[in-house]
């Protein structure tokens, strides 16, 4: 940087004649349930899929290490997916 450069951030600045908009909490707090219910589902999937790949590794051993590899990686997701965020 050259010396004596100095950054100038006007639009932090606040402007007094702009109303700040109002935020509807309400709306937040149904996006918010909604984003919560999509990753609940995809944890699900993820169990069902994993549950699907441990049926196949049985059912074709000649690609059974195919199958659990997969198994573990979807039982994983499962698992990162279904942590319940707590307030």
């Keep these: 940087m050259a010396e004596g450069h100095r950054h100038h951030h006007f639009h932090h600045q606040k402007d007094p004649a702009v109303p700040e908009p109002e935020v509807d909490y309400r709306k937040k707090e149904k996006h918010h349930k909604h984003l919560q219910q999509l990753g609940e589902l995809g944890a699900v999937t993820a169990g069902a899929f ?31 997916g279904g942590r319940v965020r707590l307030p």
Excluded: F, Y
């Excluded at 699907?52 to 690609?63: D, L, N, R, T």
């Design 50 to 80: 994993a549950l699907h790949e441990k049926h196949q590794a049985k059912k074709h051993p000649e690609h059974a290490h195919r199958h659990k590899i997969e198994e573990e990686i979807a039982a994983a997701v499962a698992v990162g």
